[in-house]
């Protein structure tokens, strides 16, 4: 598939079937991530690939929305701001553009092998945190539920058309 129809084909999925994610695609995806680009290739980021139902209901309750009760399978992408590479001329900290990029790569990965994800980043970080155990220096930064989409139609992208997203300079 091109990485165009690729892009087209994904979307936020929020609707999933209570079917387990195969772990051969898991691995796949997570490769993808492993190989994702980072600022000066720091890699300030840390992965927890959840699928044990009681963990699984600790993050769910950092993110309580209906929508969520059938999801087989959670990724919580975290940053680690002590390692990531900030900026000489102003300190700008690239920990959570380089857990972006990462995530980009595990929506793609997971759309291009059949499965539907959603970048969730309005959760209680204290709530998650506390779900999964993570150290101090670890941020959770996004949540993406990972699974089958139980509805095969595809909805329709709003976007801007290009000449309001390209500057002219």
Request: net charge neutral.
């Amino acid at each position: 598939m091109k990485i165009l129809d690729l892009v087209k084909a994904r979307y936020s999925v929020r609707k999933y079937l209570p079917n387990p994610v195969e772990k051969s695609k898991l691995d796949y995806i997570m490769e993808c991530v492993r190989l994702a680009p980072s600022a000066v290739n720091f890699q300030p980021w840390r992965f927890a690939v959840v699928t044990e139902s009681g963990k699984i209901a600790g993050i769910k309750a950092a993110y309580p929305r209906e929508w969520m009760a059938s999801v087989p399978c959670i990724i919580v992408a975290c940053a680690d701001h002590s390692v990531s590479w900030h900026r000489p001329s102003d300190g700008k900290d690239h920990a959570d553009v380089d857990v972006a990029i990462a995530v980009e790569h595990l929506c793609l990965a997971a759309a291009e092998v059949g499965l539907g994800t959603c970048w969730v980043c309005n959760f209680n970080v204290p709530l998650c945190r506390e779900a999964l155990g993570l150290p101090d220096n670890l941020e959770p930064v996004a949540l993406v539920p990972v699974g089958y989409a139980a509805e095969s139609v595809i909805p329709e992208k709003k976007r801007k058309p290009m000449d309001e997203i390209l500057l002219k300079i």
